[in-house]
């Protein structure tokens, strides 16, 4: 409990006294759960301060919390609007910096006593730089370290006690109680509130109000952070980067254009989707993939691993705009890949089949689609070879139909309007294939009562193939139509195959600037 007292000449305090005493513990208390109840630490170090002041009979407090990172002391007060910082060594150039050094508790009645510094520690000393700016007369000083766990989080300090005279035991019991009370809410803040700019604000790059300007800005502009920062306030891209880093504890790629791509990691994946979902592989060695993404911590994190095989995987963090640009360098130079586009490389089915393990019962229903597969491999390999083997088959339709009954999954192929039988698959993938075309044609994997619609760009023999894609759900499970679209380029009117009268014929219907020709 805190204590404020002591005894009077007759051995006890008085009824004054204890009243007194009464009305401290509740002041305490109050300040107790103000600082339980604070929402960050710079509400703790501007807001708290007068509160915790008003306990002791001092003239002054500072409240300084740790920059482990940078070694100091730091602590920040109002100055007019703006909130300003004043930042410490942990050395014992200074004496809230000793304290923070040395872990001691200092009560000190002169802090112009060289000789009382010297019998605490001879390499103790006071900065009066900080009187001589502000014009103020330091003198007695009680300073506490704050701590937990054996972990320095803070220092506070009260300074020139009103009455005269040194800090009592008492002010000293109660400022410690004040500091383990600052010390579990600095913890407790440490674990909650993190951000992707931490390291802007702790190297003062931007301040807080800054950041909440940029924030504000970005959502009304419906611009991402980083850019506005960039471009109204001037922050580099490369502190940027570092801070983004520190946040996602992860490399920062901030050049697409020095990315040396293994585009053999693309085959097979839609580039439309990576585009809207921010994130591409870039290389790999025997053991590890690199992958570059907008949000290390995102959930998709683990739906990528499903896509991209490997033992282990490092992510690096990029803007979006620079992985979007990454992806067009990887398509714009896919076609100089020894004449192998993305998704042009053919494989047996037969051999990608017996690479695939088989489960004869199918899939239980509510199997998660979407989790990881074992296969997921072998069936980014079987989707590309069914498309290939359609397209040179001259192919119209694919369709992929499961069967529980038949415990297969059906592909068939439609030529000149007939349809056939082209492959069966193990009912057991069938969940798998689906997810990987509806991935393809940048569709909701998720969903899988409702008929959806998209389109897949795929690359072969350096020509590029659309397929027009649509789901629907039925008992046995999701069937898949593709329509494989015509070359989008033109035939010429020669190309037609008219004799001359009547190439001539349609010439002169189609100078006739009205009507309409239909084809």
């Known amino acids: 409990m805190a204590t404020m007292t002591k005894a009077s000449a007759t051995g006890g305090p008085s009824v004054q006294e204890l009243q007194q005493q009464v009305q401290f513990n ?33 003239d002054r407090i500072t409240i300084y919390a740790v ?38 508790t200092l009560n000190i009645a002169d802090v112009y006593n060289a000789g009382e510094l010297a019998r605490l520690d001879k390499s103790l000393k006071f900065d009066k730089s900080w009187d001589k700016k502000t014009g103020f007369r330091s003198k007695q000083m009680l300073v506490v370290p704050i701590v937990i766990e054996k972990k320095l989080l803070g220092v506070v300090q009260i300074i020139n006690k009103k009455s005269g005279g040194p800090y009592t035991k008492a002010d000293e019991s109660n400022l410690l109680e004040i500091a383990r009370t600052l010390g579990i809410a600095f913890r407790n803040q440490s674990k909650m509130v993190k951000t992707r700019f931490d390291y802007l604000l702790e190297n003062n790059i931007v301040t807080e109000s800054e950041l909440k300007q940029s924030m504000a800005q970005s959502r009304e502009l419906r611009k991402d952070v980083e850019h506005i920062l960039m471009e109204n306030f001037k922050v580099k891209k490369e502190d940027i980067g570092k801070s983004l880093g520190e946040f996602y504890n992860c490399k920062f790629m901030d050049n697409p254009n020095n990315l040396i791509i293994d585009r053999r990691l693309l085959t097979g994946l839609n580039l439309n989707f990576l585009r809207k979902t921010y994130w591409m592989p870039v290389s790999q060695n025997e053991n590890q993939v690199t992958i570059i993404i907008d949000n290390p911590k995102d959930p998709k994190v683990m739906e990528i691993q499903s896509f991209v095989r490997a033992k282990s995987y490092e992510y690096q963090v990029a803007f979006k705009e620079d992985i979007l640009k990454a992806i067009d360098i990887a398509e714009s130079d896919a076609p100089a890949m020894d004449g192998e586009p993305l998704g042009s490389s053919e494989d047996n089915v037969s051999d990608i089949l017996a690479e695939m393990d088989v489960d004869v019962e199918g899939p239980e229903d509510g199997t998660d689609a979407d989790a990881p597969d074992e296969n997921a491999g072998a069936i980014v390999r079987l989707v590309n070879q069914i498309i290939i083997d359609g397209y040179k088959k001259g192919c119209s339709d694919i369709h992929v139909e499961p069967s529980k009954r038949a415990k297969k999954t059906t592909i068939r192929f439609r030529v000149d309007g007939t349809c056939f039988k082209h492959l069966e698959v193990p009912l057991s993938h069938s969940p798998a294939l689906v997810s990987r075309l509806k991935i393809m044609a940048g569709l909701d994997i998720a969903e899988r009562r409702l008929p959806q619609d998209g389109k897949i760009k795929f690359f072969f023999q350096g020509k590029q193939i659309e397929l027009r894609v649509a789901t629907l759900p039925t008992v046995g499970g999701e069937d898949v139509v593709m329509r494989i679209l015509a070359a989008s380029e033109p035939m010429t009117v020669k190309e037609l195959g008219l004799n001359k009268r009547n190439e001539e014929e349609l010439l002169k219907m189609v100078a006739i600037p009205y009507g309409i020709m239909l084809v």
């Open 67 to 104: 920059n482990p990172k940078r070694k100091e002391l730091f602590s920040k007060h109002m100055a007019g609007n703006e909130v300003k910082e004043i930042r410490v060594p942990i050395s014992p150039a200074s004496i809230a910096g000793f304290c923070a050094h040395s872990g001691r």
């Open 26 to 58: 509740e002041k305490f208390k109050y300040v107790i759960n103000r600082i339980h109840s604070a929402k960050n630490v710079t509400e703790i170090l501007v807001q708290l301060q007068t509160d915790i002041l008003g306990l002791f009979d001092a």
